[in-house]
């Protein structure tokens, strides 16, 4: 929903853009390609507006060319004072930074995350910006054996929102679902995109490319798609350019089978029964071994392939295929070794069985090795 603030807004020949936290490699993505937009002009020649000023938004200064910057952070209701004056405002909700997220432990993970989304969407409204973007994962249409190839913006998210990283999501979605009528003058859009790669990323699923071999599971074939930083950045100026939403997908074109990952990467896959693999996951995660619940394991079994259909109308092309992101996220995860999500050093990773599933069970006897001689876990 628009306000007459919003129409007049999108009738200007530029819009001033802010990227809040724009510290991390997503939001010096983001920054880096609205200031090309905004060099080039391209999004105000395609019928949307030109993107004027670009402001990073964050504690400490951003040294990415062409920016304005000003001090703020994302959970301090002071927010609203950096962002007077800007027409539209980039949020990135979904972390890239999974050790960070493991070491501040489940409670405090999910407290923070709601309540630095409810405070930029407070005070974007209370600066009466015009538009607020949110970016969050594609993950959160969820990872089922019934999902159409390829989901389109307005799929019914699905996702498992338990007490993981995709269920801290699901509440910031809820979060902006139930703004959109609180503040009726504020267009919300969340930006939703496939699995990102690129310098800096390190998600559970580039840890899964860690893993000694690929883990699958008898009667599926998953659909691999990725997303680099720069495509979602190109993606976010699109979308700020034409005022799109409420929910914009983005991925490269098309995905990946898995016997196209295994050519690509020189992996081996073991195939286990979803039932072992989930239950042994599960097992370990309850007891601390793992650090990310069973459910994730569900986003390396099934499908959740996005469309970006709403952004190639608007004249967007990603400049990334598959293949090659695939190619960036190995080069990215070069020297690192992980089986579940949980990282080891290679004295452990020459340890751990033959996949993610076997070496989740291979944990499990290294952690009981450790503590036997007084190690941590």
């Given at each position: 929903?628009s306000?007459?603030?919003?129409?007049?807004?999108?009738?200007?020949?530029?819009?001033?853009?802010a990227?809040?936290?724009?510290g991390?490699?997503?939001?010096?993505?983001?920054?880096?390609?609205?200031?090309?937009?905004?060099?080039?002009?391209?999004?105000?020649?395609?019928?949307?507006?030109?993107?004027?000023?670009?402001?990073?938004?964050?504690?400490?200064?951003?040294?990415?060319?062409?920016?304005?910057?000003?001090?703020?952070?994302?959970?301090?209701?002071?927010?609203?004072?950096?962002?007077?004056?800007?027409?539209?405002?980039?949020y990135?909700?979904?972390?890239?930074?999974?050790?960070?997220?493991?070491?501040?432990?489940?409670?405090?993970?999910?407290?923070?995350?709601?309540?630095?989304?409810?405070?930029?969407?407070?005070?974007?409204?209370?600066?009466?910006?015009?538009?607020?973007?949110?970016?969050?994962?594609?993950?959160?249409?969820?990872?089922?054996?019934?999902?159409p190839?390829?989901?389109?913006?307005?799929?019914?998210?699905?996702?498992?929102?338990?007490?993981?990283?995709?269920?801290?999501?699901?509440?910031?979605?809820?979060?902006?679902?139930?703004a959109?009528?609180?503040?009726?003058?504020?267009?919300?859009?969340?930006?939703?995109?496939?699995?990102?790669?690129?310098?800096?990323?390190?998600?559970?699923?580039?840890?899964?490319?860690?893993?000694p071999?690929?883990?699958?599971?008898?009667?599926?074939?998953?659909?691999?798609q990725?997303?680099?930083?720069?495509d979602?950045?190109?993606?976010?100026?699109?979308?700020?350019?034409?005022?799109?939403?409420?929910?914009?997908?983005?991925?490269?074109?098309g995905?990946?089978?898995?016997?196209?990952?295994?050519?690509?990467?020189?992996?081996?896959?073991?195939?286990?029964?979803?039932?072992?693999?989930q239950?042994?996951?599960?097992?370990?995660?309850?007891?601390?071994?793992?650090?990310?619940?069973?459910?994730?394991?569900?986003?390396?079994?099934?499908?959740?392939?996005?469309?970006?259909?709403?952004?190639?109308?608007?004249?967007?092309?990603?400049?990334?295929?598959?293949?090659?992101?695939l190619?960036?996220?190995?080069?990215?995860?070069?020297?690192?070794?992980?089986?579940?999500?949980r990282?080891?050093?290679?004295?452990?990773?020459?340890?751990?069985?033959?996949?993610?599933?076997?070496?989740?069970?291979?944990?499990a006897?290294?952690?009981?090795?450790?503590r036997?001689?007084?190690?941590?876990?």
């Open positions: 929903m306000s007459p603030r919003g129409a007049v807004r999108s009738r200007r020949s530029a819009i001033d853009v990227v809040i936290g724009a991390g490699p997503v939001g010096r993505a983001i920054l880096r390609e609205l200031i090309g937009a905004a060099a080039r002009g391209v999004a105000g020649e395609a019928g949307g507006a030109r993107i004027g000023s670009v402001i990073a938004v964050d504690p400490e200064p951003v040294e990415v060319g062409g920016t304005l910057w000003r001090q703020a952070d994302s959970g301090d209701p002071a927010l609203v004072t950096a962002l007077r004056g800007v027409d539209t405002a980039v990135v909700a979904a972390r890239t930074d999974l050790s960070g997220e493991l070491a501040e432990g489940r409670l405090l993970r999910r407290e923070r995350s709601l309540r630095r989304a409810q405070t930029v969407i407070t005070a974007a409204a209370a600066a009466r910006v015009g538009h607020l973007i949110i970016v969050t994962s594609a993950k959160v249409y969820g990872a089922r054996p019934d999902n190839v390829p989901l389109d913006d307005d799929a019914p998210l699905r996702a498992v929102a338990d007490a993981g990283m995709v269920g801290d999501l699901m509440d910031v979605e809820q979060l902006v679902a139930v959109r009528e609180v503040h009726p003058g504020l267009r919300l859009t969340t930006v939703r995109p496939a699995s990102l790669v690129g310098e800096g990323i390190d998600t559970v699923i580039t840890r899964h490319f860690e893993a071999r690929l883990l699958t599971v008898k009667g599926t074939e998953p659909a691999w990725f997303c680099h930083v720069d979602l950045g190109s993606a976010v100026a699109v979308v700020a350019a034409h005022a799109l939403g409420p929910a914009v997908t983005v991925g490269s074109e995905w990946l089978t898995q016997g196209e990952v295994e050519s690509l990467t020189g992996m081996r896959r073991v195939e286990f029964s979803l039932t072992v693999a239950g042994t996951a599960d097992r370990l995660h309850r007891v601390g071994v793992l650090p990310t619940p069973a459910s994730d394991l569900l986003f390396v079994v099934y499908p959740w392939v996005v469309s970006s259909g709403t952004l190639r109308a608007h004249g967007w092309e990603p400049a990334y295929d598959n293949a090659t992101c190619g960036v996220l190995l080069e990215t995860i070069r020297g690192s070794h992980a089986v579940a999500a990282r080891l050093d290679r004295k452990d990773a020459a340890l751990g069985a033959a996949s993610a599933a076997v070496a989740m069970v291979g944990t006897a290294i952690m009981r090795r450790r036997r001689k007084g190690g941590g876990a």
